[in-house]
């Protein structure tokens, strides 16, 4: 590989440098991380000479490269950027930089670099394109073209690609990895383990990321946290099946030690490209911190918040009809329902699942969205009226790419379902899954929901996945054919078309809870529900975690019931109502069995929502470092640094009898900041006599404090109950 200064290139933003040596046959990257400043003169000469490793015994006579591409060529033994074949040849891809392009316009405010190869073994041209944005989020896209006139040999036979995965090499003080698992009512649970050699490789093949999505996969110094150590992560922004790995071998990758990629996990037969045919890979999303994980949520959050799509409007308090009333649809029930929802101060009503043909249990009507007559007679119509009376929206709960075997639709097109014509497999919560890459079912699906969001100028669509994708493949002519990639193409096209004809919808994903949270569907939907769980011990948990890379007002926190209808624990209404206070909050409790005491104390939470409102959807997420783990403090901090709210809980007990003083992270050092405890929801319950001598003084009135003090010293935290959690407003003194 050939080396010299004069081809090094960089992208620069936010403290961050990308650094890429156009060398031949293949560039390499130089360095992913802090910015080291203009990469001129000796800083390139000497990036370039030292990214050469050594010669190692018993290896191959030159040295080891990492290029874009890495492959067995240079002597790489781990995972492929490109592998695939064309009928069992053509398997050793040799990539050629043919081109290149870079735009550093905007000059240390990130830019883009855009390379293109030549593969004569393969017949392949690839391209791959480096975005740097103003936040220091890294975005890959890698895509490829088949071009048979690159390849005489192979050329004419379809090549079948088996993975496209984009890698970054991380150095050797990356020793931890942090991604994380979890299952049904419990997504996103952290798990962190060493960052050993071999491949660290998690595969989600589910046809959707699932419960247990890797979500991120982050490379950190040892005993990296919210607030401290470098980390080097990725996230996969697509909705279908994923590959994330982190990879160490004893040789190291290049003159770095390991590497971290992630891109979409094929199967077997899924994208086999003819002569002009494209494949294009899911966008990886790369980002550095030397500021802890909270950094990298900062970078995240700052780089969804600029889209054009963001929601810029208030997010409106929600009253979701599931847990309230569940099948039971009923004009005159959900009209006291509304009544209730009204008097509290909710904004926006969404009816749940239950208002469709058969749709009496969860077994049955799925496909067929019709409005059932036999429970609604004149329609939604009725119903809409009631809630546009009290001045709030209306949305409408759909699972449009699930079908029931015992539908209308099942019954007349039965080659609609996904799976083998030898047979489907069984079935998951009694529902199977439409093929919406089948342009008929695709047509049926958005001529249905498009009439019904007309009809009824529909505000809101709650959209539903419950299940995995099993032997997902589509029953066409030439066969059955793996289709996961196809069906999350379709799904991708139906959100954009109905958002083309509906500017002003909003859509929330939802899948079974949180089974497909990632920025690939955050591309063309509102909103995210965490969880199905709306236990307040575990949401907040999952919300916390959630939170790495989703901003608060695009998750959905809703109060439940006193007994929680996932894990039937029960729970203070003041716990409930302070954990589902600090993102896009709403209501799933049957407000009319709710006694006036209760009710009087939702509709304070409901115009403390609307308070803090402002605050909780712009500010900077953070979280403290705490020794205990059996307690959280987190916080939102406005952008400014001028005000923030936080909040202490408690989940279980635990040796420790006093917290110690805990530190505010994100205030500002140099200002000075009025301290209150807010018990606007009742006071938590203590598991001690008295509060620290402060705490008494700032459920009164203000307390002025330090902003040192907070932010370095810390403060003393009463020992709460289990299950209890305390809101802490802070504001900076004029």
């Known amino acids: 590989m050939n080396t010299s200064a004069d081809n090094v290139v960089a992208l620069r933003a936010d403290g961050v440098a990308f650094i890429l040596e156009l060398a031949q046959p293949l560039p390499r990257v130089l360095h992913w991380g802090a910015d080291l400043g203009e990469p001129v003169g000796e ?3 000497a990036l370039a000479l030292t990214a ?35 009928q069992g040849r053509a398997t050793t891809p040799r990539p050629r930089l043919t081109g290149h392009s870079v735009d550093t316009s905007t000059t240390g405010h990130g830019g883009s670099i855009t390379l293109e190869f030549a593969d004569e073994i393969t017949g392949i041209r690839t391209e791959v394109r480096y975005r740097l944005d103003r936040f220091g989020v ?24 088996d993975g496209l995965i984009a890698l970054l090499p991380v150095p050797d003080r990356a020793t931890e990895i942090l991604d994380f698992t979890g299952k049904w009512c419990r997504e996103r649970s952290p798990q962190r383990s060493p960052l050993g050699f071999g491949t660290h490789l998690r595969t989600a093949h589910r046809g959707k990321p699932g419960h247990d999505s890797p979500f991120l996969l982050a490379c950190g110094t040892a005993g990296f946290g919210f607030g401290h150590g470098e980390l080097w ?50 966008t990886a999303l790369f980002v550095w911190s030397n500021r802890g994980l909270d950094a990298v949520t900062d970078r995240l959050h700052r780089r969804l918040r600029a889209r054009p799509s963001h929601p810029r409007s208030p997010r409106p ?97 039965p080659d609609w379902v996904l799976g083998p014509r030898q047979g489907l497999g069984p079935a998951s919560r009694s529902q199977h899954v439409l093929d919406i890459a089948n342009p008929e079912a695709y047509e049926y699906l958005l001529e249905r929901i498009d009439h019904l969001v007309r009809l009824h100028e529909i505000d809101y669509l709650k959209w539903d996945h419950n299940r995995d994708l099993l032997e997902a493949v589509s029953r066409g002519r030439d066969g059955d054919r793996p289709s996961v990639h196809r069906q999350t193409l379709a799904l991708y096209r139906l959100l954009d078309e109905l958002r083309r004809r509906h500017p002003h919808l909003e859509i929330e994903t939802c899948s ?12 063309r939907t509102d909103r995210v529900w965490a969880s199905d769980c709306n ?66 104390l939702i509709a304070h939470w409901s115009a403390m929502y609307r308070e803090f409102r402002a605050l909780l959807h712009s500010g900077r997420i953070v979280n403290a470092d705490l020794a205990d783990d059996a307690t959280a403090l987190s916080g939102i901090v406005s952008e400014d640094g001028g005000e923030a709210l936080f909040t202490w809980a408690r989940f279980v007990t635990s040796t420790p009898g006093q917290s110690g003083r805990i530190r505010l992270p994100g205030l500002d050092r140099e200002r000075d900041y009025l301290v209150s405890v807010r018990e606007d929801l009742g006071a938590a319950s203590r598991h001690q006599g008295d509060d620290p001598a402060w705490v008494a003084l700032a459920a009164e009135s203000s307390v002025r404090m330090p902003g040192t003090l907070l932010a370095d010293a810390g403060i003393p935290l009463p020992t709460l109950n289990p299950q209890q959690a305390m809101l802490i407003h802070v504001r900076a003194s004029a």
């Open 233 to 282: 992560a990725v996230h996969l922004a697509w909705s279908g099946d994923q590959r994330y790995l982190a990879e160490r071998l004893p040789e190291g990758a290049g003159a770095l030690s390991a590497a971290l990629g992630a891109g979409e996990a094929l199967h077997s037969g899924e994208i086999i490209l003819d002569d002009g045919e494209r494949y294009d890979a899911p």
């Open 52 to 86: 050469v490793p050594a010669l190692l015994n018993n290896s191959p006579d030159s040295p080891r490269d990492f290029s874009v591409l890495p492959t067995e060529f240079e002597g790489w033994s781990g995972i492929p950027a490109i592998s695939g074949n064309a």
């Open 535 to 600: 236990d307040p011990v575990e949401r907040a948990q999952i919300e916390r975690w959630t939170r790495t890379i989703v901003p608060p007002e695009l998750i959905g926190s809703h109060l439940g019931a006193d007994r929680s209808h996932t894990t039937a624990r029960r729970t203070d209404l003041s716990f409930r109502l302070g954990i589902a206070l600090t993102a896009h909050a709403g209501i799933e409790q049957d407000l009319t069995a709710v006694d006036d005491e209760q009710l009087a």
């Open 317 to 413: 308090l929600v009253l979701n009809t599931w847990e309230a009333v569940y099948f039971d649809h009923d004009l005159d029930r959900l009209t006291a329902l509304i009544e209730r929802a009204a008097s509290v101060g909710v904004e926006r009503i969404v009816l749940d699942d239950g208002w469709f043909r058969g749709r009496r249990q969860a077994d049955a009507g799925l496909g067929d969205w019709f409005v059932d007559e036999d429970v609604w007679p004149e329609g939604l119509a009725p119903l809409v009226e009631v809630v546009r009376a009290h001045g709030m929206q209306f949305g409408l709960w759909f699972e449009p790419e699930m079908i029931n075997l015992d539908s209308d639709l099942a019954r007349e097109h």
């Open 43 to 45: 800083l390139t000469s």
């Open 512 to 523: 079974g809870g949180g089974g497909r949270i990632d920025l690939g569907i955050l591309d």
């Open 138 to 161: 890294l975005s890959v896209d890698l895509s490829l073209v088949r071009d048979a006139g690159l390849s005489p040999l192979s050329g004419a036979i379809p090549y079948t690609l």
